[in-house]
């Protein structure tokens, strides 16, 4: 790929350059905002690796000039900060800066920034889009392993099952089913503009903590309001962003963000959110050990109309042996 390291300052492209001396990319340098646009506009430039403070032209006015381009190909913004803090987060992300590193810089974070860089720009149609997503998602959080896979197999277990029982048979067609399990494997992509050390904390949350975690279905919007933006959609990306912005509502409005209620909730934010919840009721967490299948079917059925729709909770049970296999498979 061709990299531009932003930077005023010579040390950290001299730092940046030495991470990927080993690498094939060819690198390019700026050391103003001015140089970077010069260099953008000469080259075909896949990644810039974009300090926000730089002389002349800032980091945000730089990502919001390249996003203005139409006519050249997508660039991989990627911010590199001292500045950790939400403020900058998010208006590198509204700007429409695709990912943020806090400086110092580590050799291995950037190779998989950079890796996870290349499969978007190499993305040649949506469910590759959505393949590279979920990939950087759960590269930001160490302890989901196999999470995405498995919400998405109980969101499509129970979905099918609420077909079979001759729920909400209009709206569940097979074609759906399968756009909202593609879609389930994107519920947490807000979790990319949470900082890395609330997502990598091996110990409970502090309350200040949990609510900033408790953004990401808002800052996961967001992210997907600026791809559109950007004109990279898919075709059910209302789908998509119920269930990003919803995942967390709960059926007697005890969730978040809004607190919405019953069927205020959108069905597929509904089926994803009790998917979800089985996952990490049946999964290790720094916070609790794995539960049984039975003390996990325990809770669920306890929060029968309280947390999840009573008819979700009987396609849970309907669908009981399927997802109990799934889960020791
Ligand atoms: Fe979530």
């Known amino acids: 790929m061709n990299i531009l390291i932003a930077d005023d300052n010579k040390i950290a492209r001299e730092t940046v350059k030495f991470h990927l001396q080993n690498t094939t990319h060819t690198i390019f340098e700026a050391s103003d905002g001015a140089q970077t646009l010069s260099l953008y506009e ?11 403070k730089m002389p002349k032209i800032s980091g945000i006015e730089i990502i919001r000039t390249i996003r203005k381009q139409q006519s050249k190909s997508y660039t991989f913004l990627i911010v590199l900060t001292v500045d950790n ?6 208006e590198a ?3 429409g800066a695709d990912d943020v590193i806090i400086k110092p810089i580590h ?3 950037l190779k998989y920034r950079l890796e996870t860089g290349e499969r978007l720009l190499q993305m040649q149609d949506w469910k590759s889009l ?6 950087m998602i759960e590269s930001r959080d160490t302890m989901t392993g196999d999470h995405i896979d498995r919400v998405q197999s109980i969101t499509k277990i129970i979905a099918n099952t609420l077909k079979d029982m001759g729920h909400f048979s209009m709206v569940l067609t097979p074609k759906y089913i399968e756009e909202l399990a593609l879609a389930s494997t994107l519920h947490d992509i807000g979790k990319i503009a949470i900082r890395d050390e609330i997502m990598n904390k091996q110990s409970s949350l502090t309350p200040e903590e949990y609510e900033k975690m408790k953004n990401h279905p808002i800052k996961g919007y967001e992210v997907l309001t ?3 933006e950007k004109r990279i959609s898919i075709n059910f990306m209302d789908t998509v962003k119920n269930v990003v912005l919803y995942h967390h509502e709960r059926y007697d409005g005890s969730g978040y963000p809004y607190g919405i209620d019953g069927e205020d909730i959108p069905l597929e934010a509904q089926i994803v959110g009790l998917a979800d919840v089985y996952d990490a009721l049946i999964s290790a967490r720094v916070y609790k050990p794995p539960y049984s299948f039975e003390k996990t079917r325990q809770i669920i059925l306890d929060n029968k109309a309280k947390y999840f ?3 979700l909770v009987n396609a849970f049970i309907k669908a009981e042996d399927q997802i109990k296999n799934h889960a020791s498979t």
């Open 85 to 90: 803090k939400d403020d900058t987060f998010h």
């Open 130 to 135: 959505i393949y590279a997503l979920a990939q």
């Open 226 to 228: 600026a791809l559109e």
């Open 93 to 95: 992300f509204e700007a």
């Open 42 to 52: 000469k080259h075909d430039i896949d990644v810039i690796l974009l300090d926000l």
């Open 309 to 311: 729709s009573p008819i």
């Open 107 to 109: 050799a291995s974070l």
